[in-house]
């Protein structure tokens, strides 16, 4: 998603200042510590898992296996269910020792010999229904078989031995073991699928052939022994791919994380359930904190691919209690195991509300009732320099950092500051009215504004989600992107929502329905000391953050003519229907193929983020050079469509597999700088520019809410910042059978982009596509011009 402008032109520096240093050692040195940093978080989810009876085997199975063993024993003593091992831990180490340590009488050796043999039987069974489903889980070739024709018979016992092993109520964690790791390409074929990928994209075959012999020389060169390093990483660590991911792409940005890296998630559009700001407010906080509860207590149902595999959850983790802390060279996330407060911004001033009472979580109406103080505490305005401090966390990661050092170091600012860092999120009461017309397309482009930047300075961009209310009750949320990527804060949105609309409700009035008469103690306002140094600094803040803001071209767009209904009807992938519109409309946007970016999950492996889809083909490239040519009739023109889109979704699938291009590039890129080694080829592919950024917002992940019986509830997606600096960002989501949602961003500055041109290009598109099908369908398949 925003993490592609990250990407762009992605470089950094590894310096040891004139020291002699053995690069091998070092590199070895940096992996072994990733693969420590993984095991550390395995052990503790262990942890977890025994606490709440999974591994992946339960409590209760543990229960019935000693009841067996021990009835055995007992009753029926010439059956030996153990082999000799009963009687050996009877007579050998440890029994005898805690028998006479403890004084027992000795008939407990029994029992104690048949509760340790149950013990080392059930986990025996724990660790090989873990390693039965790891290898299970290797197979991937369900996702390439046609719908149509059904599963394959190695597939269809594939699926039975899987729903043997899975679990009917799985804990969050119960499958991150049986996860496989994430497989690493072997460096002939990414190249080999690196050239397939930018051939369309060359403007003649003497530059393709110049792409070919750097790629080639790469390849035959230095590419093994960075190969090498990749290897031993990808056996040692979790994942070979993602903390190099959050650290090189995302923390040592330097560049503002408003707008560049944050991304944004709207109101379901066409209704609203109350106009009062605090009771939506509190209707959506307090269903956030049961969704952290659900997480803490490991209780929210993991994520299951057709019902059965599973996705990875660890993503989970820091949705709440996490913070992004700037630093001069690179920044760091912390997490707080626990957090007992939010932090409230309304009109440039803080509050921090607790949200227990006595160890109980607060219900609607009581956080309502606390709101209702915020927005009565209009008689004390926000001090100088208060009102537009949250423009800190909206400039470049340098200048709040050192900003961070000199003036919030200590004393009560510290205090303060630690008060934001440590909430479990922060919840914006916005000033203005989220306003939302069909017949007005404009104030939808204003509401998807407000969320991605608002005024630049009234946000906290640094935690893990801003939650952001409207005065007339619509609402919307601001994240940060390295902790977790959209897949992750959606569901979380699907929650909430569902949640607001279908379980807690608001009455008559429009406050909240759920609670009692009790009022809990008020927010506490935030003491800030601003010198007068600290206030120029904010205001100087605040003149670079309304450039960045002005900058952004932002167009929303609802179609409404068709949908999911269409694509499926005619046997297409949404997915791959959707990307070929964008290709069709960029190229009439800019007369040209550029390199485009699709992000992809790899969720079906242990820590798995994101992988790249290259879109532009050989195949998208032919169809979309038909579709302006009237020399090919209707029935070619959807001969190429169909070829292309079946390849978009061929290459979609093996990104999800672990046979992507980029991330693994990326890797020998990060191998190489800590080498110290120069590649030409790694210079070039890590710094063509992503002119298309694209991405897909999931919805209706775990089926919360009932379409058929809210059908007004459909979401709008969200969507990001401009990519490169002459280039879009595309996100998208298919809401329904007949709705989908556009969110176009571009840079003002930049002469070779327009939103709005670029949004009615993918009207136009995606009006000629239908046109092209509707035709072929009714049996025209004459020359006939879509234009």
């Given at each position: 998603?925003?993490?592609?402008?990250?990407?762009?032109?992605?470089?950094?520096?590894?310096?040891?200042?004139?020291?002699?240093?053995?690069?091998d050692?070092?590199?070895?040195?940096?992996?072994?510590?990733?693969?420590?940093?993984?095991?550390?978080?395995?052990?503790?989810?262990?942890?977890?898992?025994?606490?709440?009876?999974?591994?992946?085997?339960?409590?209760?199975?543990?229960?019935?296996?000693?009841?067996?063993?021990?009835?055995?024993?007992f009753?029926?003593?010439?059956?030996?269910?153990?082999?000799?091992?009963?009687?050996?831990?009877?007579?050998?180490?440890?029994?005898?020792?805690?028998?006479?340590?403890?004084?027992?009488?000795?008939?407990?050796?029994?029992l104690?010999?048949?509760?340790?043999?149950?013990?080392?039987?059930?986990?025996?069974?724990?660790?090989?229904?873990?390693?039965?489903?790891?290898?299970?889980?290797?197979?991937?070739?369900?996702?390439f078989?046609?719908?149509?024709?059904?599963?394959?018979?190695?597939?269809?016992?594939?699926f039975?031995?899987?729903?043997?092993?899975?679990?009917k109520?799985?804990?969050?964690?119960?499958?991150?073991?049986?996860?496989?790791?994430?497989?690493?390409?072997?460096?002939?074929?990414?190249?080999?699928?690196?050239?397939?990928?930018?051939?369309?994209?060359?403007?003649?075959?003497?530059?393709?052939?110049?792409?070919?012999?750097?790629?080639?020389?790469?390849?035959?060169?230095?590419?093994?022994?960075?190969?090498?390093?990749?290897?031993?990483?990808?056996?040692?660590?979790?994942?070979?791919?993602?903390?190099?991911?959050?650290?090189?792409?995302?923390?040592?940005?330097?560049?503002?994380?408003?707008?560049?890296?944050?991304?944004?998630?709207?109101?379901?559009?066409?209704?609203?359930?109350?106009?009062?700001?605090?009771?939506?407010?509190?209707?959506?906080?307090?269903?956030?904190?049961?969704?952290?509860?659900?997480?803490?207590?490991?209780?929210?149902?993991?994520?299951?691919?057709?019902?059965?595999?599973?996705l990875?959850?660890?993503?989970?983790?820091?949705?709440?209690?996490?913070?992004?802390?700037?630093?001069?060279?690179?920044?760091?996330?912390?997490?707080?195991?626990?957090?007992?407060?939010?932090?409230?911004?309304?009109?440039?001033?803080?509050?921090?509300?607790?949200?227990?009472?006595?160890?109980?979580?607060?219900?609607?109406?009581?956080?309502?009732?606390i709101?209702?103080?915020?927005?009565?505490?209009?008689?004390?305005?926000?001090?100088?320099?208060?009102?537009?401090?949250?423009?800190?966390?909206?400039?470049?990661?340098?200048?709040?950092?050192?900003?961070?050092?000199?003036?919030?170091?200590?004393?009560?600012?510290?205090?303060?500051?630690?008060?934001?860092?440590?909430?479990?999120?922060v919840?914006?009461?916005?000033?203005?009215?989220?306003?939302?017309?069909?017949?007005?397309?404009?104030?939808?482009?204003?509401?998807?504004?407000?969320?991605?930047?608002?005024?630049?300075?009234?946000?906290?961009?640094?935690?893990?989600?801003?939650?952001?209310?409207?005065?007339?009750?619509?609402?919307?949320?601001?994240?940060?992107?390295?902790?977790?990527?959209?897949?992750?804060?959606?569901?979380?949105?699907?929650?909430?929502?569902?949640?607001?609309?279908?379980?807690?409700g608001?009455?008559?009035n429009?406050?909240?329905?759920?609670?009692?008469?009790?009022?809990?103690p008020?927010?506490?306002?935030?003491?800030?000391?601003?010198?007068?140094?600290?206030?120029?600094?904010?205001?100087k803040?605040?003149?670079?953050?309304?450039?960045?803001?002005?900058?952004?071209?932002?167009?929303?767009?609802?179609?409404?003519?068709?949908?999911?209904g269409?694509?499926?009807?005619?046997?297409?992938?949404?997915?791959?229907?959707?990307?070929?519109?964008?290709?069709?409309?960029?190229?009439?946007?800019?007369?040209?193929?550029?390199?485009?970016?699709?992000?992809?999950?790899?969720r079906?492996?242990?820590?798995?983020?994101?992988?790249?889809?290259?879109?532009?083909?050989?195949?998208?490239?032919?169809?979309?050079?038909?579709?302006n040519?009237?020399?090919?009739?209707?029935?070619?023109?959807?001969?190429?469509?169909?070829a292309?889109?079946?390849?978009?979704?061929?290459?979609y699938?093996?990104?999800?597999?672990?046979?992507?291009?980029?991330?693994?590039?990326?890797?020998?890129?990060?191998?190489?700088?800590?080498?110290?080694?120069?590649?030409?080829?790694?210079?070039?592919?890590?710094?063509?520019?992503?002119?298309?950024?694209?991405?897909?917002?999931?919805?209706?992940?775990?089926?919360?809410?009932?379409?058929?019986?809210?059908?007004?509830?459909?979401?709008?997606?969200?969507?990001?910042?401009?990519?490169?600096?002459?280039?879009?960002?595309?996100?998208?989501?298919?809401?329904?059978?007949?709705?989908?949602?556009f969110?176009?961003?571009?840079?003002?500055?930049s002469?070779?982009?327009?939103?709005?041109?670029?949004?009615?290009?993918?009207r136009?598109?995606?009006?000629?596509?239908?046109?092209?099908?509707?035709?072929?369908?009714?049996?025209?398949?004459?020359?006939?011009?879509?234009?």
């Open positions: 998603m925003a993490e592609a402008h990250q990407a762009v032109a992605f470089s950094f520096q590894i310096t040891h200042e004139g020291v002699n240093i053995n690069y050692f070092e590199i070895l040195h940096i992996v072994w510590l990733s693969g420590l940093r993984s095991y550390r978080k395995r052990f503790t989810r262990f942890l977890n898992n025994l606490k709440n009876g999974v591994f992946p085997s339960s409590v209760e199975f543990f229960a019935l296996i000693l009841i067996l063993v021990t009835t055995s024993h009753i029926f003593q010439t059956i030996d269910p153990s082999f000799g091992l009963i009687n050996f831990f009877i007579h050998h180490f440890p029994i005898p020792h805690l028998i006479a340590l403890l004084r027992l009488p000795q008939q407990a050796s029994d104690l010999a048949c509760i340790f043999y149950s013990l080392i039987l059930w986990f025996a069974k724990a660790m090989l229904m873990r390693y039965m489903l790891k290898c299970l889980l290797l197979y991937k070739g369900w996702m078989e046609s719908h149509t024709k059904g599963p394959s018979l190695k597939s269809r016992i594939w039975f031995l899987v729903r043997t092993l899975t679990i109520r799985p804990l969050l964690y119960s499958y991150q073991s049986a996860l496989p790791r994430l497989p690493l390409p072997k460096v002939k074929d990414t190249i080999e699928k690196y050239l397939l990928s930018v051939k369309p994209l060359c403007d003649n075959d003497e530059e393709f052939e110049k792409k070919r012999l750097l790629a080639y020389e790469f390849r035959d060169g230095i590419a093994k022994r960075l190969q090498r390093y990749l290897v031993f990483k990808s056996w040692w660590a979790s994942n070979y791919v993602s903390d190099w991911w959050e650290e090189y792409v995302y923390l040592r940005g330097r560049s503002p994380i408003m707008i560049n890296s944050n991304f944004y998630g709207i109101d379901a559009l066409l209704v609203c359930p109350t106009s009062r700001q605090t009771a939506r407010a509190a209707n959506l906080v307090h269903s956030c904190l049961l969704f952290r509860r659900l997480i803490d207590r490991q209780e929210l149902k993991p994520i299951m691919v057709q019902g059965l595999v599973p990875c959850s660890w993503q989970y983790e820091r949705t709440f209690n996490t913070t992004r802390i700037p630093g001069i060279e690179t920044d760091k996330l912390v997490h707080y195991d626990d957090s007992q407060h939010i932090v409230v911004m309304r009109k440039g001033k803080f509050y921090r509300m607790n949200i227990y009472y006595k160890g109980r979580l607060l219900l609607p109406k009581e956080i309502e009732s709101l209702d103080m915020i927005i009565e505490d209009d008689v004390n305005l926000a001090l100088p320099g208060e009102e537009h401090l949250g423009v800190v966390t909206a400039v470049d990661r340098v200048s709040w950092a050192r900003t961070r050092n000199e003036y919030f170091a200590r004393g009560v600012n510290r205090t303060s500051l630690d008060a934001i860092e440590k909430a479990a999120f919840l914006v009461l916005d000033d203005m009215d989220f306003e939302f017309d069909v017949s007005d397309p404009s104030k939808l482009d204003k509401f998807g504004r407000v969320l991605l930047h608002g005024q630049g300075y009234d946000r906290w961009y640094d935690k893990s989600f801003c939650l952001i209310v409207g005065k007339n009750g619509r609402a919307g949320f601001n994240a940060e992107h390295s902790w977790a990527d959209a897949p992750i804060i959606a569901h979380l949105w699907e929650f909430i929502l569902a949640n607001d609309f279908a379980n807690l608001y009455d008559e429009g406050r909240c329905r759920t609670g009692n008469g009790f009022r809990p008020p927010a506490t306002r935030l003491k800030w000391d601003f010198s007068s140094q600290l206030c120029d600094k904010i205001e803040f605040v003149i670079t953050a309304n450039e960045l803001v002005n900058d952004v071209d932002l167009k929303l767009i609802m179609y409404t003519d068709y949908g999911k269409f694509m499926k009807k005619n046997k297409v992938s949404p997915d791959a229907f959707i990307q070929a519109a964008l290709q069709l409309a960029y190229f009439r946007d800019a007369n040209k193929f550029s390199l485009t970016y699709e992000a992809s999950m790899t079906l492996f242990r820590e798995g983020r994101t992988e790249t889809v290259r879109p532009v083909t050989i195949e998208s490239a032919a169809w979309v050079r038909s579709m040519n009237d020399s090919f009739s209707t029935s070619e023109k959807v001969a190429l469509f169909k292309a889109c079946i390849k978009h979704q061929n290459s699938q093996h990104a999800m597999c672990g046979e992507g291009i980029d991330r693994h590039l990326f890797c020998l890129y990060v191998v190489s700088k800590y080498l110290e080694i120069d590649s030409a080829f790694l210079k070039e592919v890590l710094s063509e520019p992503w002119k298309l950024s694209t991405s897909q917002t999931p919805h209706g992940q775990a089926g919360l809410l009932d379409l058929r019986k809210y059908p007004k509830h459909i979401s709008a997606g969200g969507g990001f910042g401009p990519v490169a600096d002459d280039g879009y960002g595309v996100s998208y989501i298919i809401a329904g059978e007949d709705t989908m949602f969110h176009i961003s571009s840079k003002r500055s002469s070779a982009t327009d939103s709005l041109r670029f949004a009615q290009n993918i136009k598109a995606l009006q000629d596509m239908k046109h092209m099908l509707s035709s072929s369908v009714n049996g025209s398949g004459d020359k006939t011009s879509l234009e």
